[in-house]
C-alpha cells in the first residue's frame, strides 16, 4: 500500500471520529439516563434536543426490579492553541447530576427510583443522605443527586416507606475529583 493511501485512510478516519466527538444523542421515553453538568461545566448532557459529547448507557423500564446506568463524561471547549472546537474524556468534580426517565411520571405513575449505589470510575462513592424521587415538571421523573438548586423535598418527593426526612437533593455531594464514568445502580419499586 503506498503512503499516499495511507494518509487518505488515517484523514478519512480521523474525520469520522471527530464528526462522533459531539452528537445528539436522544434518550427514548422510559430510559433511565444521567443528566448532569461538570464542575468546570466543560462536560455535560442533557436530554433537550442538544448536542453534546457526553454520552449514556441507557435502560429501558420495563417493570419493578434493580437497573443500572452509565454516563460517559466528555468535556467540550475551544482549544487555545489552535482555536478550535475540542473534546477530551473526563470531567471534575460536579455543578449538577440527577437519574432521569423521561416521561416516567406518565408512564409509570407512583415509580419510586432508589439508589443503591453510585460508582465514579468503577469505585463506590458514599452519599451523605438519601436521595428522592420527585419530577421537576410533572412528566420526566427524575432523583437529584447533586442539585443546590433545589433547597427543600419538593411536595411529590417519594421514598420507599414514605420518610422523607432524611433526604436530601445533594446526597452525592459536588467535590468527586477528576472522573470519566459515573454508574447509577437502582431499583424501581411501585409500578403497578
Not at 427543600?152 to 446526597?171: F, Q
Request: glycine share 10%; with cysteine.
Amino acid at each position: 500500500m503506498n503512503i499516499k493511501k495511507i494518509i487518505a485512510g488515517c484523514a478519512a478516519s480521523a474525520l469520522a471520529v471527530s464528526a462522533m466527538a459531539v452528537s445528539a444523542f436522544a434518550v427514548a421515553d422510559g430510559e433511565a439516563y444521567v443528566q448532569f453538568a461538570g464542575g468546570d461545566w466543560l462536560a455535560s448532557f442533557y436530554n433537550d434536543g442538544k448536542e453534546y459529547a457526553s454520552y449514556n448507557d441507557t435502560v429501558k423500564i420495563t417493570g419493578n426490579g434493580s437497573y443500572s446506568v452509565t454516563l460517559h463524561a466528555v468535556a467540550s471547549f475551544t482549544d487555545e492553541s489552535t482555536g478550535e472546537a475540542a473534546t477530551a474524556e473526563g470531567s471534575t468534580d460536579l455543578a449538577f447530576a440527577a437519574l432521569s426517565v423521561p416521561n416516567g411520571e406518565v408512564l409509570f405513575p407512583g415509580m419510586i427510583l432508589t439508589i443503591d449505589s453510585v460508582e465514579v470510575d468503577g469505585t463506590e462513592v458514599a452519599l451523605e443522605g438519601v436521595p428522592y424521587t420527585s419530577s421537576d415538571d410533572g412528566i420526566e421523573t427524575r432523583v437529584n443527586l447533586y442539585n443546590e438548586w433545589v433547597s427543600a423535598v419538593p411536595e411529590d418527593g417519594r421514598v420507599v416507606g414514605g420518610d422523607l426526612s432524611k433526604c436530601t437533593p445533594t446526597a452525592l455531594g459536588k467535590s468527586i475529583g477528576a472522573w470519566k464514568t459515573m454508574t447509577i445502580n437502582f431499583t424501581v419499586s411501585g409500578i403497578e
